[in-house]
C-alpha cells in the first residue's frame, strides 16, 4: 500500500512508531457525520471530526487487481440509546461514506493530508440494543457495485417522458413498429 501513499506518508508508514488514523465521514441526510479513530476531536477539512477511540471498528478495506466491487463494514459501540432513534429513522441507504488512512505526529497532529482508501455508499444499517447503550453496523459497498445493477431502461415515449418531460424524442416510435419504410426504390403508386 505504501507505493500510492503521497512521499510524507510513506515516510510514516515505514517508520519505527507509526502513528496510524482513520478517518470516516457519513453522508447522513441533514448531518453529516464525521469521526476518526483517536480520542477528543480532530480538526480537518474544514470540519471536526469526533474521537471514538476504541468503540470504533472498521472492516479490512480490500484492495483488487481485477474490476469487482469490495464494500466496507464500520462498527460503532457504546452509543447510548437516545441516538438509536436517530440512526435508525436516517435514511442512510445509497448515501455516501469514506474512509481516510493517516499518520499523527509525535505531538498528535497530522502529517499531511490523509489518502481516501475507501469511497462508497451505505447500504445497510443493524441496531443491537443492549440496554443503555447500543452497538450499530453500518455496511457500505463500492461505486461499482452499480456496474452489477440492472438496467431498465426502455425506447419507448413513455420512459423518455417519465425522464425528460416535454421530450418528443420516441412519440412515433410505436408507429413505425409496423411501417414498411422503402429505401433507395421508387414508391409504388
Do not use: C, K
Not at 481516510?100 to 475507501?118: S, Y
Amino acid at each position: 500500500m505504501t507505493g500510492r501513499l503521497p512521499a510524507a506518508l510513506a515516510v510514516e508508514a515505514g517508520a519505527a512508531t507509526a502513528r496510524p488514523v482513520l478517518l470516516a465521514h457519513f453522508d447522513i441526510a441533514g448531518a453529516p457525520v464525521h469521526v476518526w479513530s483517536g480520542v477528543g476531536n480532530l480538526a480537518w477539512a474544514g470540519a471536526t471530526w469526533a474521537g471514538v477511540g476504541t468503540l470504533g471498528a472498521v472492516s479490512l478495506v480490500e484492495e483488487t487487481v481485477e474490476l469487482r466491487a469490495t464494500g466496507a463494514v464500520f462498527r460503532l459501540s457504546g452509543v447510548p440509546a437516545d441516538l438509536i432513534v436517530e440512526v435508525a429513522g436516517a435514511a442512510l441507504q445509497g448515501r455516501r461514506a469514506r474512509l481516510w488512512l493517516g499518520f499523527m505526529t509525535e505531538d498528535w497532529a497530522l502529517v499531511a493530508d490523509p489518502v481516501l482508501v475507501f469511497d462508497g455508499r451505505m447500504d445497510t444499517v443493524e441496531v443491537v440494543d443492549g440496554g443503555p447503550t447500543a452497538l450499530i453496523t453500518l455496511a457500505a459497498e463500492s461505486r461499482l457495485r452499480d456496474l452489477e445493477r440492472p438496467r431498465t431502461r426502455r425506447y419507448t415515449n413513455e420512459d423518455q417522458l417519465a425522464e425528460f418531460a416535454g421530450d418528443l424524442g420516441f412519440a412515433f416510435v410505436t408507429s413505425l413498429q409496423d411501417a414498411e419504410i422503402t429505401w433507395n426504390r421508387p414508391v409504388a403508386s
